[in-house]
């Protein structure tokens, strides 16, 4: 793999996980801010391919395992709080449930 | 490995954890709980001691476990633990006698409100630990920790009734009576401890013996100083006998059986340093027996038990002072656990007897107590026996023999000595038996209402019911002590390294024939009617003796003379008048009995509160400039520089920086949306931030 292309990759990782930041702050549905939050691991997660390919080395896939559980298990919860929210008060907007700081 | 001796630091540790546990109070322990954590810190270290003299009497007895150590210099600052034959067997006597206290108080303080019991117990845990400490002690400094802690506990514990005002005087009597001794101590030590560079006891007393004998003389009586004020020896015994408004419990641990005799304990510990100076071992030896006579002579005219059981211990450890001062300290330590349990058995059973009772600590409260507590009175009597000391039978005649064996031995001066040690073993008699005799007297049928509510109104909680076996079990093991320990008075010497003194027939004799002169005496005294009056009016001290007669004369006379010599012209009529009628006062307060307290009264407390009052110019009119200087000095420092950090400006400060914070807070708290977006965009501001600030950092 070429420098060239590293850059490249690490450029387009950036901009997923730019794309994943500006989604979570301009959404306002829960849903979709969720699926904004899987692009900004997805964007870290190819960085770290690139990365490893680059410097042959095993530990960027080793990340990339780490990053796909993580991302697993912030989905399990997301989604898990999104029910509730949507089945037990009707929410789909997420300011509309800033009352928790009180 | 570890090192067996680190079970000494386990001796002191249960007590003092107790006692931080009791004296903070997390968790508002319940009653049952303050009472179950007493016990446990009070008997705890008896079953630490216990491996120990197993060690001790196995394999080697000589072990140190240090602590901490400085150095700077030559010279060496070890903190540390020692187990030798003396400490073994003195620890284990304190935590034996301690852990029959202690569980006596269970039962005997139960009728204290909850705050109070606390206090007490958190207390009594601390002088176990204190007093552990500073018998277990490798070094001086942790010596003096426990001697000075042992004195701060006594204080609280004796001024433990704090809605007394004679109880909290008499606290305040024995810390500054106590205070004053223990500067003769503390000096004492420092200069051994500046001519042996350490502080290591094993190192100090061998360096002790071998310097220039101008300093040995001067160290050794220091030593001797401080050990006859703790000990209440004359002439510091006055606090004693007061010290006796604390509770019985208290009275038995730290005023009779371990604390008191620590003075003792302390003169065998540097015994190597106070014999080598036949100069100073003769004074104490003439103190001790002085004491000893002064003691029992005093004990036999007492109306008030505890009284009479403090003179008893005044006179007791005078023997012990006299036996080192002998040249046997073996003996005294003998002595010292011999007395620990039956003198604790005395207090613990008059104080149940007189418990049952309406008439306070009086020798009046003893009527009737063979139906009223017969275990206590059964328990007393062999208490009193091994104090009177009853040939063979009891404990207290091995030990005390071993004295008098040991006096008698002394050449001329010995003789001498064992006359007087001989007397007052027949005075002790006397007045051990005297409430005996007291007792077997049949109750007074009817008590005035005024007594009663009297006595319920100095908080004396008397109860009818019977003690438990909370009571009952640590009087019959005392008593069995008491009784039984003789046969452990020959091995303890010899186990301290000496051999136990060996008289010859015709004095063993005629002391074994002492105690029950004693016995039939105080029996005369107390069933023979005129006598009974007469030592009544002995007692209550009506008229002036002849000893406040001399005392008038040589004493407040020329003070008198003298005040009205360096007053001069200046003294007007009415000052001398009053003068005249202080004087009068005086007299008549000392004609009341209080005769060496009274002394102490006119020659130091008197002088000194009327030389402040003079020098404040509280008197008014002789305002004198340069006595006044220094308080005028102290009060505008005081103003200058207290005042204006009292509690008010410093608080008033502090609350208006906090109010200032309000404003803040608003600010913050508006930051706060709720909103999960404001929260990443605050989160991302944030990490950028931190990546700008690595970047900028690690610029090259």
């Not at chain 1, 060239?4 to 301009?26: C, D, E, N, Q």
């Not at chain 2, 000392?590 to 020098?615: E, H, K």
């Not at chain 2, 309000?662 to 931190?690: C, E, F, H, I, K």
């Amino acid at each position: 793999m070429s420098a060239t292309t590293l850059v490249l990759l690490l450029a387009l990782a950036g901009g997923i996980f730019a794309t994943g930041f500006f989604g979570l702050l301009a959404r306002r549905a829960i849903l979709f801010q969720l699926i904004s939050l899987e692009m900004m691991l997805a964007g870290p997660a190819l960085a770290f391919l690139a990365g490893g390919a680059f410097h042959g080395s095993q530990q960027g896939q080793a990340m990339f395992i780490l990053i796909l559980i993580l991302a697993a298990a912030e989905v399990a919860l997301g989604l898990a709080l999104y029910l509730a929210l949507r089945r037990g008060a009707d929410v789909e907007d997420s300011d509309t449930i800033a009352g928790l700081k009180h | 490995m570890l090192s067996p001796y680190l079970l000494l630091l386990l001796v002191p540790a249960p007590p003092l954890a107790v006692f931080l546990i009791l004296g903070l109070d997390p968790f508002f322990l319940r009653r049952k709980a303050v009472q179950g954590l007493a016990l446990l810190g009070g008997i705890a270290p008896f079953f630490a001691m216990l491996p120990l003299l197993g060690l001790c009497l196995g394999t080697e007895c000589r072990g140190v476990m240090p602590i901490f150590t400085l150095v700077f210099g030559q010279s060496e600052v070890a903190l540390a633990l020692l187990l030798d034959p003396m400490s073994t067997l003195v620890g284990l006597t304190v935590a034996a006698v301690g852990a029959m206290v202690m569980t006596y108080a269970i039962d005997y303080m139960s009728d204290a409100r909850i705050a109070d019991l606390r206090r007490f117990f958190a207390l009594m845990n601390l002088f176990l630990a204190a007093m552990l400490t500073m018998v277990l002690a490798g070094d001086t400094i942790t010596f003096f920790f426990g001697w000075e802690l042992m004195g701060l506990c006594s204080f609280f514990l004796i001024a433990y009734n704090t809605g007394l005002p004679q109880a909290v005087a008499a606290g305040r009597k024995a810390f500054i009576i106590t205070r004053f001794a223990d500067a003769f101590l503390l000096a004492g030590l420092l200069l051994l401890f500046l001519e042996a560079n350490s502080v290591r006891l094993d190192v100090l007393i061998p360096a002790g013996t071998i310097m220039t004998e101008d300093r040995h003389v001067v160290i050794a009586l220091l030593l001797l100083a401080g050990a006859l004020g703790k000990s209440a020896q004359v002439p510091f015994h006055t606090w004693l006998p007061s010290a006796m408004a604390g509770p019985t419990p208290v009275s038995a641990l730290l005023h009779s059986a371990t604390m008191v005799a620590a003075g003792a304990f302390m003169l065998a510990r540097f015994s190597p340093i106070v014999m080598s100076e036949p100069a100073v071992q003769a004074i104490a030896a003439i103190f001790g027996v002085g004491t000893a006579a002064f003691g029992a002579l005093s004990a036999i005219f007492q109306a008030d038990v505890k009284r009479l059981l403090a003179y008893s211990s005044i006179s007791q450890i005078g023997f012990m002072v006299l036996a080192v001062g002998l040249g046997a300290p073996q003996v005294a330590i003998a002595h010292f656990v011999v007395h620990a349990m039956f003198k604790s058995l005395l207090f613990l059973a008059a104080g149940d007897i007189t418990h049952g009772s309406d008439l306070g600590t009086s020798m009046m409260a003893m009527r009737g107590a063979l139906r009223r507590r017969p275990i206590a009175f059964v328990t007393y009597v062999a208490g009193a026996s091994s104090l009177a000391g009853l040939p063979f039978v009891t404990a207290g005649w091995w030990s005390k023999e071993a004295i008098l064996a040991t006096a008698w031995s002394g050449g001329a001066f010995g003789i001498l000595v064992w006359v007087v040690a001989l007397l007052t073993a027949t005075c002790t008699a006397i007045y051990a038996f005297r409430p005996v005799f007291e007792a077997l007297q049949p109750e007074p049928e009817h008590l005035s209402r005024a007594r009663r509510g009297h006595a319920v109104a100095l908080d004396l909680h008397y109860r009818k019911r019977w003690g438990s076996a909370f009571i009952g079990l640590p009087l019959v093991m005392l008593a069995s002590g008491s009784l039984l320990g003789g046969v452990l008075v020959g091995p303890i010497i010899r186990f301290l390294g000496a051999e136990p003194p060996h008289p010859s027939h015709l004095p063993e004799l005629v002391a074994a024939f002492a105690p029950f002169v004693g016995i039939a005496t105080a029996a005369a005294l107390t069933f023979v009617p005129s006598l009974a009056a007469a030592v009544a009016g002995a007692r209550d001290m009506r008229r002036p003796t002849r000893l406040d007669r001399k005392f008038q004369r040589w004493v407040i006379e020329p003070y008198v003379r003298l005040v009205r010599f360096l007053a001069g012209n200046r003294m007007g009529a009415r000052a001398e008048a009053e003068l005249e009628l202080r004087h009068v006062q005086i007299v008549r307060w000392l004609s009341r009995g209080a005769r060496m307290d009274g002394i102490y009264q006119a020659l130091f407390v008197r002088p000194f509160v009327n030389t402040v009052r003079w020098l404040t110019g509280h008197r008014g009119g002789t305002v004198d400039p340069v006595g006044t200087l220094p308080v005028t000095l102290a009060q505008r420092g005081m103003q200058a520089l207290v005042t204006r950090l009292a509690h008010d400006r410093f608080d008033r400060f502090w609350m208006r920086s906090a109010n200032r914070l309000v404003r803040l807070w608003v600010l913050a708290s508006a930051l706060q949306t709720g909103r999960s977006r404001d929260y990443a965009l605050g989160a991302a501001l944030g990490t950028a931030a931190l990546l700008v600030i690595a970047w900028g950092t690690t610029w090259n």
